[in-house]
């Protein structure tokens, strides 16, 4: 028997790489990155230089990844166009599109929170709107065809509306996370900065509309069909994310607004009202974070939950969490939130070091890119 050719072989591999990377791999990238600006929030909070290395690190690793990444992504998307349509039409499988940019977005906060002082201003600023640009309009375009094909599929069932369908809401509701920080930092004043700010509102009202109505669909079919089998477990913690990406959002619009009037909008009047309406938000995101301790559990105990990539939901979700509640903290002057910040933010690094483990065993055992 002839022994194969070693560059057959690596080409083969390659291919089977390309053709079979799916979109939910940027799920991983969204949370390492979430990891990153979380950790930058700690070090802040408590003045721990080691921490701030710490986050740079996981914000590297971000970049890294994201370039990485966007190669098959790219290249699947000529070279395999039907498994793209496949995925894209697939109930489950499409919410994870707009994952891609929502990373660009995510890599421009934990860029903005950790390389100020290492990136020059002049390098800094205009990487940072540029991925703000490329995000928004990725959000946006995903976020229209992932929801124009759920509504022209007739196989789409309510036993398929699952958590995973928040992330295009979610999606929207990311881009004023860094959109607001623009505007309150070098972009303040100027035309770009009011573009911006509209761009970030109006995406604002879209992820916000969109999680309330689509929020309903999921809550009917998981009350009234049956739990969605083991690997789609984790996405239950994705419910964490609205509502505390709608918390940060809320103080970075209080701080856009406060470093000068946008579009002739006084931030005095708003801000108290903005404070009330976060702490509510936050409530439920710190409500649905107990409620998914106790749905994990169940699985755990009374089903199964083995190791799927689907365990990269729990990362993201959980970041936005801890920044929510040191965001939160800071925005109302109430010190006990830093150290909920903490708490989360520890179990977000241990959750992630896991599945990344986890992750680099499976793609060595050559199991990360097959056939679902």
Do not use: C
Not at 161 to 166: D, E, I, K, S
Not at 181 to 194: D, K, Y
């Amino acid at each position: 028997m002839s022994e194969l050719n070693p560059t057959q072989t690596s080409g083969s591999r390659v291919s089977k790489t390309i053709e079979f990377f799916g979109p939910q791999w940027f799920g991983s990238t969204m949370g390492t990155g979430a990891v990153g600006v979380a950790v930058a929030l700690v070090a802040a909070e408590f003045d721990i230089a080691a921490l701030e290395v710490v986050a740079q690190f996981f914000v590297a690793l971000t970049a890294v990844l994201t370039v990485a990444y966007t190669v098959p992504w790219l290249s699947r998307m000529w070279l395999y166009p039907r498994r793209v349509w496949a995925d894209l039409t697939h109930p489950i499988r499409g919410q994870f599109f707009p994952t891609m940019p929502i990373t660009l977005v995510v890599l421009g906060l934990g860029i903005a929170r950790t390389m100020s002082d290492v990136v020059p201003t002049a390098v800094l600023d205009p990487l940072l709107t540029a991925l703000f640009v490329l995000g928004s309009a990725g959000i946006f375009g995903f976020g229209l065809l992932v929801v124009t094909v759920m509504f022209t599929n007739d196989a789409i069932g309510t036993e398929h509306g699952v958590f995973a369908w928040y992330i295009p809401p979610v999606s929207h509701l990311v881009i004023p996370l860094l959109g607001f920080e623009l505007v309150a930092g070098h972009l303040g004043g100027t035309p770009t900065g009011r573009l911006v700010f509209v761009v970030s509102t109006v995406a604002l009202g879209i992820g916000t509309f969109m999680f309330l109505f689509f929020g309903a669909i999921v809550l009917f079919r998981y009350a009234y069909e049956s739990l969605p089998r083991e690997k789609l477990a984790p996405t239950f913690v994705i419910g964490l994310a609205p509502t505390a990406v709608l918390t940060i959002a809320i103080a970075k619009l209080a701080a856009a607004l406060q470093g000068g009037a946008v579009l002739g909008i006084a931030a005095e009047p708003v801000v108290p009202l903005l404070r009330l309406l976060a702490l509510g938000l936050w409530g439920f995101s710190a409500w649905w974070f107990v409620l998914t301790v106790a749905l994990v559990t169940y699985y755990v105990s009374r089903r199964t939950h083995p190791f799927f990539f689907t365990w990269w939901a729990y990362t993201f979700p959980m970041g936005a969490f801890a920044l929510s509640a040191g965001s939160l903290g800071r925005f109302l002057g109430f010190a006990p939130l830093s150290y909920v910040l903490v708490a989360v933010t520890a179990a977000l690094v241990v959750v992630w070091t896991v599945t990344a483990a986890l992750t680099g065993r499976m793609i060595l055992r050559g199991d990360a890119f097959v056939p679902e």
